[in-house]
Structure formats: C-alpha cells, structure tokens
C-alpha cells in the first residue's frame, strides 16, 4: 500500500505562493486517483480542495480555483499543490490522499491519508 508524506508548507503574506508536495513510497501514484484536503484544528470535516484521477482530469473547490494547481510527476512518484494568490482564508493544515477507485471531494472516499503540512498566511 502506497505512503504519504507532505511537504513544503510553510508561513507566507497574503497574495504569495507556495508549493506543496506529497511523496509517495510503497505504490505508484500512477495506480490512484489522488486529492489535496485541507482542515482546520478544530476538527471540522477536511475539506476536498483539488482531485486528479488517475486519467489526469482535474477538479477544484470553488474557493481555490483559478489560483491552485493539482498536477503530478509520475517519475518522481509525487503529488503537487502549487498555491497562488493566498488569503488568511487558505491558513489550514493541507493533506494529500490516495485511492485506487474513488475520487470525489468527501474526505471518506479517500483511503489513504499523509500527517499533514501547515500553511499559514497573514494579512
């Protein structure tokens, strides 16, 4: 079964970017449909923020598109997330996951979870 790992979080003004990424071991990411999720410590839902099947089509929640990318290097067996143009509104602790069937923006479809990586932006 494949493992995740985040990173690239990190404390950033509003109207800057970063990228984050999400490495996998154990599995090609090739074989999943893979997503990005966001939740706030309070333990809300984590909210679906951008999908990519395992065809290469991609979704974004209403709140980031336009300014987030999804994408993927099979080659590197990595996810990326690149953040553009960021609130206070994105600060949250962002998640990758993996499934090898279902890729939909509820959390529940995904089977496979990374810890995590914060990201932070003032005002």
């Known amino acids: 079964q494949v493992q995740l790992v985040e990173s690239g979080g990190g404390k950033v003004q509003s109207g800057g970017s970063l990228r984050l990424s999400c490495e996998a071991s154990?599995?090609?990411?090739?074989?999943?449909?893979m997503g990005w999720f966001r939740q706030v410590p309070s333990g809300e839902p984590r909210e679906g923020v951008a999908l990519i099947k395992r065809d290469g089509t991609t979704s974004y929640a209403d709140s980031v598109k336009g300014r987030f990318t999804i994408s993927q290097d099979n080659a590197k067996n990595t996810l990326y997330l690149q953040m553009n143009s960021l609130k206070p509104e994105d600060t949250d602790r962002y998640y990758c996951a993996a499934d090898h069937l279902r890729c939909s923006f509820y959390p529940s479809n995904f089977g496979y979870w990374g810890r995590g990586n914060q990201v932070t932006v003032s005002s």
């Open positions: 154990g599995d090609t990411i090739s074989n999943y449909a």
